[in-house]
């Protein structure tokens, strides 16, 4: 039976791309899940899996290789020809990730199509390395195409959506009550988490020079 290749790259991707691959099962549909290591995604890949959030076999088939170009290049390469060496041996019907490069260039080499899923075009290596090659790009109604178009991406092939992906892996999500009573957090209030932007990734380094668009300036900005 095919199978639809699906690539974790971050620990946004676990929820995400975990709560597609049970969606899927559910469906009667076997996947492939490759897992790139990085910061605490694997870890909470586990945890997902303890908490019988999500059931499923995964591979790590790599690392991230840091915020230099050298360590980004060497990992690249090095996790493509681990995906490219198992992906050859498998009837995969297509492929899908969040710009992942690895995922893009295997895929196309071995005639699978590949989704991507963004809504991050600001960054631009990821997506000059993965737009040319897929063959559908899976984007917010709310994000302007012209930005995707100057990073490659083909305007015939950008299929929007009226929401946000985070809506996909949030909606059922339900916090431990033991975590929101650790924290101090009020289970009777709203809860806003803000997701820290990560330095190593190329598209987000820009934002660490405006304060404006760092984590305090967003928390300051919802406090008044």
Not at 12 to 18: D, E
Not at 47 to 67: L, N, P, Q, S, W
Not at 102 to 128: K, M, T, W
């Amino acid at each position: 039976m095919s199978k639809v290749w699906i690539d974790i790259m971050s620990s946004k991707q676990v929820w995400f791309h975990g709560t597609l691959v049970e969606y899927l099962k559910k469906k009667g549909i076997e996947t492939w899940v490759t897992v790139r290591k990085y910061q605490e995604n694997t870890e909470l890949l586990e945890r997902c899996m303890d908490k019988g959030i999500f059931d499923f076999e995964y591979e790590v088939t790599g690392v991230h290789g840091g915020a230099s170009p050298e360590g980004k290049f060497e990992s690249f390469m090095t996790r493509c020809q681990n995906n490219f060496e198992k992906a050859k041996e498998m009837d995969i019907a297509c492929a899908f990730s969040l710009s992942s490069p690895e995922c893009a260039r295997v895929a196309y080499r071995l005639g699978i199509p590949h989704i991507c899923n963004s809504d991050s075009p600001f960054s631009q290596a990821a997506s000059l390395l993965t737009f040319p090659l897929s063959d559908r790009i899976i984007t917010s109604s709310l994000s302007d195409v012209w930005d995707f178009m100057k990073v490659g991406a083909d305007p015939n092939k950008i299929v929007t959506f009226a929401g946000i992906d985070e809506i996909a892996w949030t909606k059922d999500y339900k916090p431990d009550p033991a975590v929101l009573d650790e924290i101090g957090l009020d289970k009777e209030k709203p809860i806003v988490i803000v997701r820290a932007l990560s330095p190593h990734f190329a598209g987000n380094q820009p934002y660490f020079k405006d304060s404006e668009t760092g984590v305090e300036g967003i928390i300051n900005k919802l406090l008044t």
